[in-house]
């Protein structure tokens, strides 16, 4: 399947951040949905030169790309089903989630394939293994939640840890293609880890009910894992569960830079922007504001909702409320994460009323 690549005029807009100076470029202006994908994937082909983001400007849920050099806005899908904050970039492709089915598309040539199938499911962002064989993604019938693996050739597919409790964000391991890390809701701990086949299911750190752990996800290629203790800072994790603190800013949302020398942070309760952490001694820098509303009412709390609640968080993945939920809307959040080389970062804001796509170019250190 390739898409006709309808094409958009550049809406970009290039400012100095006023608190920091840093050199921000709006990529995107139309008055509709748009943002990068989720914080704990990729938004950026290798080169740099195009960020995939997810929109509605065409009546509907689709991604596209922008270039990075002249503004150029390209269409990627037209499918429907499209679940927004499910796409990842690994090797200048995008694997992406619609209803009951995983894609593969080439940024390139824009042939696209199904992976994988799961008639009538829902299913969450997309994670790939790190000798790329392998895709995982969160499963959901109903209430009940598992997770899906399947080779990426499309060869063979199977489920795991099916009922076993509210979970939802798996990551692949770094670097063991076998190995993923998931998340979960109270009453269980929030960080779990389980190999490919569903044996070794553990909890990695457990954290007590009133410890709201939560955004977790790998310090690059260390195997070691960096955590939102939310209202109290910024951890690391180790995947023996040692427990080390790194800063006690009012952090959110993290993502590593790729070769984990770098954490950008958003934060919330006080947002003071963008935030650059030294993963070595926990010094931070300001990056830029994001000037985002950060909506959600369950973040003003000090715990999060138990499985059986209102919003158990697989369902904020799945979302497509307009209005302020449990946690979201998802994308009234930055979400910052890095480019492949560590020298910009995107991040969604609706500070201009609707959410657009941002990116800030990294200082030198």
Partial sequence: MVVDQQSWAPEWEVFPDFQTGARVTRLTSADCINHPLYYLTNSFSSDGQWLVFASDRAGKMDLYKVSLENGEIQRLTDLKGLQPFSGNVVDDRVYFATDGQVHELDLASGNARVVVERPGCGLGEVTVSCDRQQVACLVTRGDAASLLVAQVDGTADHEILAGVRALY???FHPTDPGQLIYSADPPD????????????????YRNEPEEWFVHETFLGSSGRLIVCHWRHGLRMVAMDGTLKELSDLSVWHIASRPDGGLIVCDTHLPDIGLVLVDPENGRHRSLCATAATNQGFQWHQPTPLVADGEAPGWATMVEEEST?????PQWSHPHPSFSPDGQRVAFTSDMTGRPQVYVVDVPGE
């Fill in 169 to 171: 964000h798996p990551q």
């Fill in 189 to 204: 701990p929030r960080m779990w880890a389980v190999r490919t086949d569903g044996s070794d299911d553990r909890c990695i």
């Fill in 324 to 328: 302020e939920t449990a946690y979201g």
